[in-house]
Antibody, heavy 122, light 108 residues
Framework: EVQLVESGGGLVQPGRSLRLSCAAS????????MHWVRQAPGKGLEWVSG????????GYADSVKGRFTISRDNAKNSLYLQMNSLRAEDTALYYC???????????????WGQGTLVTVSS | SYVLTQPPSVSVAPGQTARITCGGN??????VHWYQQKPGQAPVLVVY???DRPSGIPERFSGSNSGNTATLTISRVEAGDEADYYC???????????FGGGTKLTVL
C-alpha cells in the first residue's frame, strides 16, 4: 500500500524558515517524480514544486522561487521542502504527492499524503 | 501563466448527470487531469489524460477535452460524489503545473 506521510509543519514567524519532510513507503521511491502541492485554508490547490526521480529536473512555482528548495533522498525514501523567508501567504496545508512517472512534466499525481499544516504568523 | 477556469459550483439531483467544465486557451491541445477532494481529505485522481480512469475509479466518471473546454462527466450521481473537483494541466511556462479554481459539486 502506497503511503506518504508529511511532517515538519507548525507555527512560524514571518521571515523564518521551516523544513517539511515526506516519508514514502509501499512503492519504489526512486522510480517516480514527486511534488509538493499546497492548499490555503478554504482555498484551492496550488502546485509548489516538483522533482524528478533522480533530482535531475526540478521546478518551482513563481510564488516560491528563490525561497523554497525541494530535494529528495532516495536512500531514505524521503522528500523534503526547505522553506525560507516565509510569508503570511505561505500559510497552507502542504501535501506531498507522487507522480505516475519519472518526470515532473505532464504526468498526473496518483497518490497524495494527508498534508502538514504550515502557519506563518507573528 | 496559463489560466484554467472552472464554475464555482454545480448542483445535481441523485441519479442525474453532472458536468463540470474547465476552460483554458486551446486546452484541447493539452492533457487534462481531474481530482476529487472530499472535505478533510486529500485529493484523489479520478480522470487523467483527458479521459482515462485510474484503477478503482467507477466507470461513472468520464472526461473529454476539445477546443477551449475540458469536461468531467459524472453519470448516475450519488450522494458520495459530493466533493470539490479540480482540473489540472501541465503548461511549459513559468508556472508549469496549473490547477483550476475548483468546482463544488452539490448533490441535491
Amino acid at each position: 500500500e502506497v503511503q506518504l506521510v508529511e511532517s515538519g509543519g507548525g507555527l512560524v514567524q514571518p521571515g523564518r524558515s521551516l523544513r517539511l519532510s515526506c516519508a514514502a513507503s509501499g512503492f519504489t521511491f526512486d522510480d517516480y517524480a514527486m511534488h509538493w502541492v499546497r492548499q490555503a485554508p478554504g482555498k484551492g490547490l496550488e502546485w509548489v514544486s516538483g522533482i524528478s526521480w533522480n533530482s535531475g529536473s526540478i521546478g518551482y512555482a513563481d510564488s516560491v522561487k528563490g525561497r523554497f528548495t525541494i530535494s529528495r533522498d532516495n536512500a531514505k525514501n524521503s522528500l523534503y521542502l526547505q522553506m525560507n523567508s516565509l510569508r503570511a501567504e505561505d500559510t497552507a496545508l502542504y501535501y506531498c504527492a507522487k507522480s505516475v512517472g519519472i518526470s515532473i512534466e505532464q504526468q498526473p499525481f496518483d497518490y497524495w499524503g494527508q498534508g502538514t499544516l504550515v502557519t506563518v504568523s507573528s | 501563466s496559463y489560466v484554467l477556469t472552472q464554475p464555482p459550483s454545480v448542483s445535481v439531483a441523485p441519479g442525474q448527470t453532472a458536468r463540470i467544465t474547465c476552460g483554458g486557451n486551446n486546452i484541447g491541445s493539452k492533457s487534462v487531469h481531474w481530482y476529487q477532494q472530499k472535505p478533510g481529505q486529500a485529493p484523489v485522481l479520478v480522470v487523467y489524460d483527458d479521459s482515462d480512469r485510474p484503477s478503482g475509479i467507477p466507470e461513472r466518471f468520464s472526461g473529454s477535452n476539445s477546443g477551449n473546454t475540458a469536461t468531467l462527466t459524472i453519470s448516475r450521481v450519488e450522494a458520495g460524489d459530493e466533493a470539490d473537483y479540480y482540473c489540472q494541466v501541465w503548461d511549459s511556462s513559468s508556472d508549469p503545473w496549473v490547477f483550476g479554481g475548483g468546482t463544488k459539486l452539490t448533490v441535491l
